[in-house]
């Protein structure tokens, strides 16, 4: 073919590339912006009533804990935020999104009653009692708005009991009802029940604060290595690259392009397989990438003799190991401190991640092999993946052109608007992109962010497996 001809057939494949990736991302946009963020779960009725009963579960089994448990709690799990005001907020939505939802409405007024917030109650029961939810209203009412009992408690606990199936939320009625009739015996029964039903959850909890301290020693002692002098360098990939940032810019949109397609055959193969295929949940994320690889390998890597193994930096020079060991030591600590600084602002700022955003349904309730191949997505295919586009190719293209500090952060910040979270969300993203972009400059590996981000994604999945399962 004419080099001229060549020219226009790469611009028109770099255009409709553009065009599918431009149009995949209006379209995310729009279904983000259009629809409410509950849209991503199919069953958010039942995944707010598994997060909010494990939550307060959880907040009422730490009561009797040292007050640095508690501290490291709030730092590691609940970020600092008010668990009950939150739980509100979150039906609130919920019951916006489901308007007449008996079950969500139930909760609510529970969770209100037991922030005190009264008129609210009265609000929900003369409702029930309009529409005639006698039972309901009259429970509400004897457990919250000090109401005769009429009934009788004997009576109330049953309705009480027929209302919410066990956990949290029938623990509170009961418990309160048992006051009301001061029942010492009930109350202490109840209670009984409960710590034996939080007590394998707190166990979970403190397995999960022991793996994050002990990743913050790991990473104070990856950091006394590397102050005294020792070699962080653990291959040498291509930063900067010997492409130019043209070059670079095509092979992304291409690939970019190239994935939309594999996913919406994917999409379609869902429809006709069902939308719940172990095998083809399994297979998506790895065959979305694999257009941008080839192109990768055969754009930029080929035309000067390396291969993507050597050009990403996967496999370490000798004497390498040992730099990897101590480098990625510094980085899943520096991870886990980051974090734990973003507790202490979310404390501050009252601010923090909508549920959403890290729930997964595959996980919480998923059968086994579900749930294997989301932990498979989750845990491998996205640090490996994620890694190579967004440090491998996208920061050693900006870094052809431009300063290191800036190709890190104009990096982080496409990787963190990649993910599609929230305030806070972006911002623990986005500083993680960030220290894992400067790790590339400086190891001239892939291999410890890829470690040390597969170990964030670890702690991620783990703590829904821990809390939710």
């Known amino acids: 073919m004419p080099r001229r001809r060549r020219r226009w057939a790469g611009a028109l494949v770099t255009g409709a590339s553009a065009c599918l990736l431009l149009g995949f991302v209006a379209l995310a946009v729009r279904v983000h912006l259009a629809g409410s963020r509950l849209d991503s779960i199919d069953d958010p009725g039942r995944a707010l009533g598994l997060i909010v009963e494990r939550t307060m579960d959880l907040e009422d089994a730490l009561t009797g804990a040292t007050a640095w448990e508690r501290r490291v709690y709030e730092l590691t799990v609940s970020d600092g935020r008010n668990e009950l005001h939150e739980a509100i907020a979150w039906y609130e939505e919920l019951a916006d999104t489901v308007p007449g939802e008996p079950g969500v409405q139930l909760r609510l007024a529970i969770l209100y009653g037991e922030a005190g917030r009264t008129d609210e109650v009265l609000e929900t029961v003369d409702r029930w009692r309009a529409r005639g939810d006698v039972a309901w209203a009259e429970v509400l009412a004897a457990v919250y708005l000090d109401a005769p009992l009429e009934r009788g408690v004997a009576r109330l606990r049953e309705a009480a009991t027929r209302m919410v199936e066990p956990g949290w939320f029938r623990d509170r009625l009961l418990v309160r009802l048992a006051d009301r009739a001061d029942d010492g015996g009930a109350r202490a029964a109840i209670l009984a ?100 690889l080839w192109l990768a390998r055969r754009r930029l ?20 190991w040992r730099a990897l060991v101590w480098t990625t030591a510094l980085l899943v600590g520096a991870g886990t401190a980051i974090d734990l600084a973003l507790g202490l602002l979310s404390e501050a700022t009252n601010m923090s991640s909508h549920w959403t955003e890290w729930f997964d349904e595959d996980l919480a309730w998923g059968s086994p092999a579900v749930a294997a191949t989301s932990l498979l997505g989750t845990v491998l295919f996205a640090p490996v993946f994620e890694e190579i586009v967004f440090r491998g190719l996208l920061y050693a293209t900006l870094r052809r052109r431009l300063a290191w500090p800036i190709a890190a952060t104009l990096s982080a910040a496409v990787f963190a608007l990649a993910h599609g979270y929230g305030a806070a969300g972006f911002g623990s993203v986005f500083l993680s992109g960030l220290l894992w972009a400067i790790a590339y400059e400086r190891t001239g590996s892939l291999l410890p962010n890829t470690v040390a981000h597969l170990v964030n994604n670890v702690a991620a999945a783990l703590g829904v497996l821990l809390l939710l399962r």
Request: net charge positive; glycine share 16%; hydrophobic share 50%.
């Open 301 to 320: 890597f080929a035309p000067v003799g390396v291969g993507l193994t050597r050009g990403l930096g996967w496999l370490p020079a000798p004497g390498g």
């Open 193 to 292: 029940e409960a710590r034996a039903r939080t007590a394998p959850l707190l166990r979970r909890v403190r397995l999960l604060t022991a793996g994050e301290m002990i990743t913050v020693g790991l990473g104070l002692a990856g950091l006394v290595v590397v102050l005294r002098g020792r070699r962080v360098r653990v291959d040498a990939a291509l930063v900067p690259p010997p492409w130019r940032v043209r070059d670079g810019v095509e092979v992304l949109v291409r690939g970019a392009g190239g994935g939309v397609l594999v996913l919406v055959i994917v999409y379609a193969l869902g429809r006709w397989r069902g939308p719940n295929d172990p095998l083809l949940s399994a297979l998506s994320m790895p065959l979305m990438y694999v257009p941008l």
